[in-house]
């Protein structure tokens, strides 16, 4: 299966925040995550909460183009075993359709060039 990644045009922060209701939903990207131990919310960085208990900035996130069927298998491992192969950490989000990527700002023309290299379209 070929795979095509889209660079998107935003800066991401992830933040740990103590209640869920400090997330701005309010529009844009952003994923929430709640467990029974943490509320995780990664978002674009002018939208990220002064409340967060901590908060990481400067990210950027490739989204796997089309929608991913449940039965495919090893799309997210190739794409982080290129990235793990390049010294680039991730931080991986998934929604029903896709999945998005987040590496850090300062390691993305590295982790163009990991992807890009190992076979992975990449477009912006």
Not at 5 to 14: E, F, G, I, Y
Not at 31 to 48: H, K, N, Q
Not at 102 to 114: G, H, P, Q, S
Request: charged share 20%.
């Amino acid at each position: 299966m070929s795979v095509t990644l889209r660079l998107m045009d935003m800066d991401l922060s992830v933040c740990k925040l103590s209640d869920a209701r400090f997330a701005d939903t309010g529009g844009g990207f952003f994923t929430l995550s709640v467990t029974g131990r943490e509320v995780s919310f990664v978002c674009e960085t002018s939208r990220a909460p002064a409340a967060a208990l901590q908060s990481e900035k400067g990210f950027r996130a490739f989204e796997v183009m089309g929608q991913l069927d449940f039965s495919l298998t090893g799309i997210i491992a190739g794409i982080t075993s290129a990235l793990s192969k390049a010294r680039v950490g991730v931080f991986v989000v998934s929604t029903f359709d896709t999945d998005y990527i987040l590496v850090r700002d300062k390691k993305l023309e590295a982790a163009i060039d990991a992807l890009v290299g190992a076979g992975y379209s990449v477009v912006q």
